[in-house]
């Protein structure tokens, strides 16, 4: 009886048996090659959203980037563009003069869109800490000390001032209520607001040095 031929296939001339180790050799070759394929796609198209982000880049940080010219126009020109048909092929080309970054321009163009990113949170953050600040040194003598600890530079004259001020313009506690029970805010003087600016101003000088820890504030009693 005839010996059934092995299953299998040529390579260049060699027959590969299957389920050989040379079957299994190629196998994986080839499967790291789609793996390859597959990462190059992945890229490619991260890239081309990078590109697309970079769109709604502000002009100081895009200036500082200091793309290529040509990633310049074609970005510009991708703005311009509203047909839906003409704006994909042009993001397409975009993606394409991405590809040609090195890693410390793409690096660059994904901070500073982090950076734009974290400026509203910032702000916020920023505008909490110094309601909060005013609030407690309007409230608690103890706070201006706490104050005085974490911003020795401020100007304490001025800030003595505006506290005085801003408790002597307050209501007192009982037309306060009566006032917020008739659907009514409680007054504030100027010196209420101008606290607020100059905890604000001091608090953001400090964040353009350092980042403000959020637990950097007074402790409520």
């Given at each position: ?47 081309q959203d990078l590109g ?17 010219e040509t990633l310049v ?43 734009q990113r974290s400026g ?102």
């Amino acid at each position: 009886m005839p010996r059934k031929p092995k299953k299998g296939y040529f390579v260049k001339g060699q027959f590969i048996a299957e389920g050989s180790e040379l079957d299994l050799q190629l196998k994986a070759e080839l499967k790291g090659t789609d793996s390859s394929k597959t990462d190059l796609k992945r890229e490619s198209d991260e890239l081309q959203d990078l590109g697309h982000d970079l769109l709604t880049l502000r002009s100081d940080l895009f200036e500082r980037l200091q793309l290529p010219e040509t990633l310049v126009l074609a970005l510009a020109e991708a703005r311009r563009i509203t047909n839906f048909e003409g704006k994909r092929r042009q993001m397409q080309y975009v993606g394409k003069l991405m590809r040609k970054l090195d890693e410390d321009a793409v690096q660059a163009a994904r901070d500073a869109l982090a950076e734009q990113r974290s400026g509203p949170a910032r702000e916020t953050l920023l505008l909490h800490q110094a309601e909060h600040w005013r609030d407690q040194l309007i409230a608690h003598d103890q706070a201006l000390a706490e104050w005085i600890a974490s911003f020795p530079g401020a100007d304490m004259q001025q800030l003595r001032a505006l506290i005085r001020q801003a408790r002597k313009d307050a209501l007192p506690e009982r037309e306060a209520a009566a006032a917020q029970s008739h659907g009514q805010a409680p007054r504030k003087g100027r010196a209420y607001r101008d606290l607020f600016t100059l905890l604000r101003t001091q608090l953001a000088e400090a964040a353009a040095q350092a980042p403000i820890p959020p637990g950097e504030e007074p402790a409520d009693d």
